[in-house]
């Protein structure tokens, strides 16, 4: 009974932030607000695995938040709830390997902060196809002739951006292991009013919603190189036509689909045994 109170302490105030502050970030499109929510729940689940003897408190806890998630009143809700249950269980599978200390924790949060890098690189992929990977290998080689960048210059400053994420969350862990309840408190104080914002700019038509998507100004680079890339190799007009259309197809279908997918009846069929426990104690805890 205390570890479930634990828990639901633990998911409340990640659900807080991730609902609240996430969907207040996402709604006014700041960039790697996406990042910055994933390092927030590393620090979380540190703090919790600290605390709490229950060998899976991570995967629990971040399982438990992204069924929360599916109750946000607006915006995306299933990458968002990918996003939050895997980074619980990468977190969990760095504790498991190495345990519940420093070493352990670093780790889990490198394997935490990779994710958002890989799930933002597939839903790309998704969206442009094996273009985006043509794309990419076609302007590395124009770049190498004009400022001598080489494929391995690229790969170093994409994984100097991702090293730079592993050092900040370093220092998050760092951070949790000072954090005393006192601090706790007043973080969770500071959560509740980030829940409290009201939310602005969220469109709640699905439709509507998924063509602001497309107005994403990382996809609309990404369909001007595309294009860029499709006229230089001097395709004809109708390649040219297919390679743009076939993204904002995609993308719009994809894009409407995260949003009326009833996460919520998958939520429910989750909330049995002990993710019922848990769930129900989180929302006496959001409720305090």
């Known amino acids: 009974m205390k570890e479930t109170k634990q828990l639901g302490k633990y998911a409340a105030l990640l659900s807080m932030v991730e609902i609240g502050l996430g969907?207040?970030?996402?709604?006014?499109?700041?960039?790697?607000?996406?990042?910055f929510l994933s390092l927030n729940q590393g620090f979380i689940l540190t703090k919790a695995s600290l605390e709490i003897k229950e060998k899976n408190s991570a995967a629990l806890i971040s399982t438990t938040s992204a069924l929360l998630k599916s109750l946000s009143p607006a915006g995306k809700k299933l990458t968002p709830m990918l996003a939050i249950s895997m980074q619980g269980q990468l977190f969990n599978?760095?504790?498991?390997?190495?345990?519940?200390?420093f070493i352990g924790h670093i780790l889990a949060m490198c394997l935490l902060s990779?994710?958002?890098?890989?799930?933002?690189?597939?839903?790309?992929?998704?969206?442009?196809?094996?273009?985006?990977?043509?794309?990419?290998?076609?302007?590395?080689?124009?770049?190498?002739?004009?400022?001598?960048?080489?494929?391995?210059?690229?790969l170093y400053f994409f994984a100097s951006i991702v090293l730079t994420k592993i050092i900040i969350g370093v220092f998050v862990i760092i951070l949790a292991y000072k954090f005393n309840g006192k601090n706790i408190e007043s973080y969770k104080k500071w959560a509740k009013k980030q829940r409290a914002k009201p939310i602005k700019n969220i469109i709640k038509n699905p439709y509507f919603a998924a063509i602001k998507d497309l107005l994403n100004p990382?996809?609309?680079l990404s369909l001007i190189l595309t294009g860029v890339f499709y006229f230089y190799s001097k395709s004809s007009s109708a390649n040219i036509i297919w390679a743009l259309m076939r993204p904002i197809a995609v993308g719009y279908i994809f894009f409407f689909i995260i949003r009326v997918v009833p996460v919520e009846e998958f939520s429910k069929k989750l909330k049995k045994g002990k993710f019922k426990q848990i769930f129900d104690e989180t929302i006496k805890n959001l409720k305090k």
Do not use: C
Request: charged share 15%; glycine share 8%; aromatic share 22%.
């Open 23 to 35: 969907s207040f970030l996402h709604s006014l499109k700041i960039p790697f607000s996406g990042h």
């Open 218 to 220: 990382m996809f609309i």
């Open 93 to 101: 599978i760095g504790v498991r390997l190495v345990g519940k200390n």
């Open 114 to 154: 990779i994710w958002g890098f890989l799930q933002a690189f597939a839903i790309y992929l998704i969206l442009f196809g094996k273009d985006f990977i043509y794309m990419i290998e076609y302007f590395i080689n124009k770049f190498s002739r004009v400022f001598n960048v080489t494929e391995e210059n690229i």
